[in-house]
Nanobody, 127 residues
Framework: QVQLGESGGGLVQAGGSLRLSCAAS????????MGWFRQAPGKEREIVAA????????YYADSVKGRFTISIYNAKNTVFLQMNSLKPEDTAVYYC????????????????????WGQGTQVTVSS
């Protein structure tokens, strides 16, 4: 079993920055692609970014390209989401998730494929 714990959410003004962290613990954690998802009130959960276990391959939703950066620190089983130039429409609960991959260079953008989820962290961007 894998446990994921997010941190770093909060309230920030538009144009500001936040850095989310997600630490994994539990069973041996390797070859897990990681993803960040978010869900705003009244909306469906959507993918924000994903990264392969080796960190070489990444995906970003169009809405965050150029503003958010996902990174992974394998030695600490931690994935980060650096969020810059935040907008009010970025307000949501952000979740990290993990999915076991056959290859260290692959990732998934489909939330249905993810095996483990964190409890979520609230990000609120004021205008």
């Amino acid at each position: 079993q894998v446990q994921l714990g997010e941190s770093g959410g909060g309230l920030v003004q538009a144009g500001g920055s936040l850095r989310l962290s997600c630490a994994a613990s539990g069973r041996t954690f390797s070859n897990y692609a990681m993803g960040w998802f978010r869900q705003a009130p009244g909306k469906e959960r959507e993918i924000v970014a994903a990264i392969s276990w080796n960190g070489y391959n990444t995906y970003y939703a169009d809405s965050v390209k150029g503003r958010f950066t996902i990174s992974i620190y394998n030695a600490k089983n931690t994935v980060f989401l650096q969020m810059n130039s935040l907008k009010p429409e970025d307000t949501a609960v952000y979740y990290c998730a993990a999915v076991r991959q056959l290859y260290s260079y692959s990732y998934s953008t489909d939330s249905r494929e993810y095996d483990y989820w964190g409890q979520g962290t609230q990000v609120t961007v004021s205008s």
